[in-house]
């Protein structure tokens, strides 16, 4: 078949892998004029998608750009003693269960992966899906048998199938702020951070890159454009304002920084995800909330499960409904913890952030079995490494 994917971050180019292993025509279009270098933050693959990785012969190179964090270090505005995370010892039994990546690091390894078996459009984007024939904003129309949507939270072949963006997302509650510096602070390998009521700020320090990570919690969604990056800066500038430490040292960085990312902690809800030739895969059908609720490791799931259903069934129809029953159950489990995830990361009130002080300097002293067995993290763990990859053929 002929299959049009849109979408060259990570559902996209992982998919479009396992279609042209099949023997599909595969064109990826992507609307950015070359891959995304978008300040993406670290995202967290567990063991199915690190199976995956497996599978396409990318795991030790996703592995050797693992972020590599030991340390987590943070502190309250105006405290002088922060709060540790021994990172390293708190992973190391899960470390062939768990890798944190850089998701631009990510994208570039699964674009590599299948760029010469599979065509990819980048600077254009699809205008209009009529049955077979698909026209592009700038390039001629053209005829697929299929059309998959990769493109995000903010998918444009959700609008163009389903409707207005509004009807599908729900916002919990956050907004989330990523940015690359370029000079390096601190020694990699550890991240440092400031947290307060409502809002808390970090630095990654890695061997290539300095990225920095604001997340927030406003009573109600902010309004601005997903591309509207000017507005973007001045909200953040706006909620950050005299947190001071790391906060103030990105942000006295924000006007120079040569990747920007800014959006609402938004979860995709759908009855479906497919409808006629078109289906929708990742964060555009199914997003459980960006940096909380692993959505990546989840995108890269369900683009190899949906390239294996369709290698299954005969009939797209068959095979689109057999990809969203099996994985219902994982969208469901990866929204609840999002959820939850959300409300613990960023300290709601004055009694929440003393809590979650102390509690940190509490795990610090407790052996690591007993700290994996208390913390979020090994909740997350559980709710991704319960889904089993079938073998498909072909």
């Not at 479906?272 to 989840?298: E, F």
């Not at 068959?318 to 409300?343: C, G, P």
Request: net charge positive; with cysteine; aromatic share 8%.
């Amino acid at each position: 078949m002929r299959i049009l994917i849109s979408g060259a971050s990570v559902a996209g180019p992982l998919a479009a892998y396992w279609l042209a292993r099949r023997g599909h025509a595969v064109t990826v279009v992507e609307k950015a004029p070359q891959l995304r270098k978008a300040g993406g933050h670290a995202v967290d693959l567990f063991r199915p998608a690190l199976e995956i990785a497996r599978r396409m012969g990318v795991h030790d190179r996703i592995a050797a750009r693992r972020t590599g964090v030991e340390l987590l270090s943070f502190r309250r505005p105006g405290d002088t003693r922060p709060a540790r995370i021994r990172v390293g010892a708190l992973t190391a039994r899960e470390a062939g269960d768990h890798v944190e990546i850089m998701r631009d690091d990510l994208s570039e390894i699964l674009y590599e992966a299948g760029r010469d078996h599979v065509e990819y459009v980048f600077g254009d984007s699809i205008a209009a899906i009529d049955d077979r024939v698909v026209t592009f904003d700038n390039g001629p129309a053209r005829e697929f048998d299929l059309v998959i949507g990769a493109d995000g939270l903010h998918s444009n072949v959700r609008r163009l199938t389903f409707g207005p963006e509004s009807e599908y997302t729900t916002w919990i509650g956050a907004h989330l702020a990523v940015l690359t510096v370029t000079d390096h602070p601190g020694p990699p390998g550890r991240v440092d951070g400031v947290v307060a009521v409502d809002r808390l700020a970090m630095i990654y320090h890695d061997h290539t890159n300095t990225r920095g990570f604001f997340l927030f919690r406003t009573p109600a969604p902010l309004d601005y454009h997903h591309r509207d990056v000017p507005r973007q800066r001045t909200l953040l500038k706006e909620h950050f304002d005299g947190l001071g430490g790391e906060a103030a040292w990105l942000l006295d960085r924000l006007e120079d920084s040569p990747a920007f990312y800014f959006d609402s902690v938004t979860q995709s809800r759908m009855d479906t995800w497919s409808k006629g030739r078109v289906t929708l895969v990742g964060d555009a059908g199914y997003c459980p909330g960006p940096a909380v609720g692993g959505s990546t490791s989840l995108a890269m799931v369900g683009a190899y499960v949906l390239a294996g259903e369709l290698a299954r069934f005969p009939g797209h129809d068959h095979a689109f409904a057999s990809y969203e029953r099996e994985l219902a159950d994982y969208v469901q489990k990866s929204r609840t913890f999002a959820i939850r995830a959300a409300r613990r990361l960023v300290p709601a009130n004055e009694r929440a952030l003393r809590t979650l002080m102390y509690g940190t300097r509490l795990l610090n002293r407790l052996p690591a079995p007993a700290v994996r067995l208390l913390t979020a993290s090994s909740v997350g763990l559980r709710v991704h490494s319960s889904f089993r990859l079938r073998d498909y053929p072909g």
